[in-house]
């Protein structure tokens, strides 16, 4: 079956849209994405470094302020420390202002699931 241009950037679409939960505004400042939103209410156990990297720093970075974001970060990173203490060595300040610089975006959770099984 021939698909026409249309047809590949409706099912690019659909495909993004199954991707991505949350509200459905065009602003990026209150588009949220519900997994991640629940994900910055509660501290972890493990895999904080990843997350901050690859999930956390990037989704924020494209929503808020970076004056912000630095303060959701560091807020977050206290509740992981009152779960498991962090790491003496562990820079919270240097973690997550490299985090916000990874602008390549964030995992989807279907990724994060295959890739990153222990998270």
């Known amino acids: 079956m021939a698909y026409s241009r249309g047809d590949k950037s409706k099912n690019y679409d659909k495909k993004r849209k199954k991707n991505f939960q949350g509200n459905n505004n065009n602003s990026s400042d209150n588009f949220q994405i519900n997994w ?3 994900l910055l209410q509660r501290g972890i156990l493990g895999g904080r470094k990843e997350v901050l990297r690859l ?3 990037p989704y924020l970075s494209k929503r808020k302020s970076h004056v912000d974001a630095v303060v959701i970060l560091q ?3 206290d509740k ?3 779960v498991k203490q ?3 060595n562990f820079n919270s300040k240097q973690r ?3 985090s ?3 602008n390549k975006g964030f995992l ?3 990724n994060l699931k295959t890739k990153y099984r222990p998270l």
């Open 96 to 98: 997550i202002e490299l």
């Open 36 to 38: 991640i939103e629940n």
């Open 80 to 82: 992981c420390n009152e």
């Open 86 to 88: 962090l790491d003496r």
């Open 108 to 110: 989807i959770l279907e």
């Open 55 to 57: 999930i956390l720093g």
């Open 100 to 102: 916000l610089k990874n």
């Open 75 to 77: 807020r977050w990173l």
